[in-house]
């Protein structure tokens, strides 16, 4: 190898070595996570990984039953310290997908009840689910609207926080639910409605017309 490339290469892993979150993504087991079972990775500090392990496994299996598919564990990471959460941008919401290879979860998800716990995972087990089968640029396209894949993720998973009986929906008719995925990330961090309750209502609508194996 030419020495230009030998010091670009360099840079590279240097610049990967200090970015903290391609290390704590790329070289987990460098940052401070210990592997637990396949294809995840958490600290210490975030719980007994016996206790993942088997809350993992009933949100694979939910997700399986929902989709009719089991699917593929994306690279997991479990943060259970503000540095952790720090360097993978949390703690913003409980957990994060990104496609289907990765998903990450911060560590104040450890701290909530067992139901939520397990809930969380599957709805993010949902979207990883979903990304296997619409691309990212049929999502950008707007193949599949941003409230669809989260009311589809909500009822995939039974999330003991939502209401969903059809009196509550109904009073969510008007709700107003972005189809962008920006837009929608912004909005679910910033409002206090009730939009996934609505997405879920909404996607139970949808769901009498069309198929969850045409996606
Ligand atoms: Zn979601």
Redesign the pocket.
């Known amino acids: 190898m030419r020495p230009i490339r030998v010091l670009a290469l360099g840079i590279v892993l240097l610049s990967l070595g200090l970015l903290p979150f391609p290390r704590y993504v790329l070289f987990p087991g460098l940052s401070g996570l210990d592997y637990v079972a396949d294809s995840t990775w958490m600290e210490a500090s975030a719980g007994p990984p016996a206790r993942l392990i088997e809350e993992l496994e009933w949100a694979e299996a939910k997700v399986a039953e929902w989709w009719g598919e089991v699917p593929d564990r994306p690279r997991i990471l479990v943060c259970g310290s503000y540095d952790c959460d720090g360097a993978l941008k949390g703690p913003g919401p409980y957990a994060q997908a990104y496609g289907r290879h990765l998903l990450i979860v911060h560590a104040r998800l450890g701290l909530e009840s067992p139901q939520l716990r397990r809930a969380i995972l599957a709805?993010e087990l949902s979207?990883t689910l979903v990304a296997s089968r619409v691309s990212l640029l049929d999502l950008w396209r707007g193949r599949m609207p941003a409230w669809l894949n989260?009311g589809l993720?909500v009822l995939a998973s039974g999330d003991p926080r939502f209401d969903l009986t059809p009196a509550y929906c109904a009073s969510l008719d008007t709700e107003d639910l972005p189809a962008g995925y920006k837009a929608w990330g912004r909005l679910a961090g910033t409002t206090d409605r009730p939009i996934y309750q609505a997405a879920a209502c909404r996607a139970r609508i949808w769901l009498k017309t069309n198929s969850i194996s045409d996606i």
């Open positions: 709805h979207h989260e993720a």
